[in-house]
């Protein structure tokens, strides 16, 4: 079985650039989750979506991030404008169900802002 | 929302050592912690996990204790191998019994052969 899939693995971009990053949780899961991993500040949840819808973005550190799921098997981080300091690597995570928490991560987007 | 700090941040141990992490939060409500080991340049991956209606969790080489009065939850690993290395986080969930999970901050874990 395919595991969560996201892409691109390495992104590198100059600063004011728009970054788009894609996620594919596994097939039938319908919890996705997005995640920051910095050495700073270690992972951070950024959003979390229930059956595509959007249930707890307290975690979007500013309205230069937005995060879609527009059906159940894909979901995209945009970043717009980036900045240095966005650079980490950013993963994806999928689980089922409402009342289960075994989440699932993909391998991550490397992103460098310069 | 939750804490969860887990110690010690860098680990040592001989092959075929046991190696323990242990890890405390704060959210009394709380009823799930899954441990995960992420390997460099991979993403974390669910080693094991322990639900709050149970006090000890084992599958093979690593088990997990959790002490719901004392709040705080361990990662044993035992007969230690260097595949074993790696970076290991503990997780805790919050009160809202969503599925959010905060991570502690995680702890290198070095199998000398």
């Known amino acids: 079985d395919a595991g969560v899939i996201q892409s691109p693995r390495h992104e590198v971009t100059e600063m004011g650039q728009e970054v788009t990053l894609r996620c594919k949780p596994i097939s039938g899961h319908n919890s996705l989750f997005w995640y920051r991993q910095t050495m700073m500040r270690g992972l951070e949840l950024l959003i979390y979506f229930n059956n595509n819808v959007p249930i707890d973005d307290s975690g979007m550190p500013e309205d230069r991030f937005s995060a879609k799921m527009p059906n159940a098997s894909f979901s995209t981080l945009k970043i717009q404008p980036s900045e240095p300091r966005d650079s980490a690597v950013y993963f994806c995570?999928?689980?089922?169900?409402?009342?289960?928490?075994?989440?699932?991560f993909g391998p991550g987007t490397r992103l460098t802002v310069t | 929302g939750e804490n969860v700090e887990q110690h010690p941040s860098t680990l040592s141990v001989q092959e075929g050592d046991s190696a323990v992490i242990k890890c405390t939060y704060s959210d009394s409500a709380s009823n799930y912690f899954p441990w995960y080991k992420q390997e460099l340049g991979k993403g974390p991956q669910l080693i094991i996990d322990?639900?709050?209606?149970?006090g000890e969790k084992k599958d093979q080489r690593i088990a997990v204790t959790l002490n719901k009065t004392a709040k705080h939850f361990s990662l044993h690993i035992t007969e230690t191998q260097p595949e074993d290395s790696a970076v290991y986080f503990c997780?805790?969930?919050?009160?809202?019994?969503?599925?959010?999970?905060?991570f502690g901050t995680g702890t290198r874990l070095t199998v000398i052969p």
């Open positions: 322990i639900r709050s209606n149970v």
């Open positions: 997780a805790a969930t919050d009160q809202t019994g969503a599925n959010n999970l905060f």
């Open positions: 995570a999928s689980s089922f169900g409402l009342v289960s928490y075994e989440q699932y």
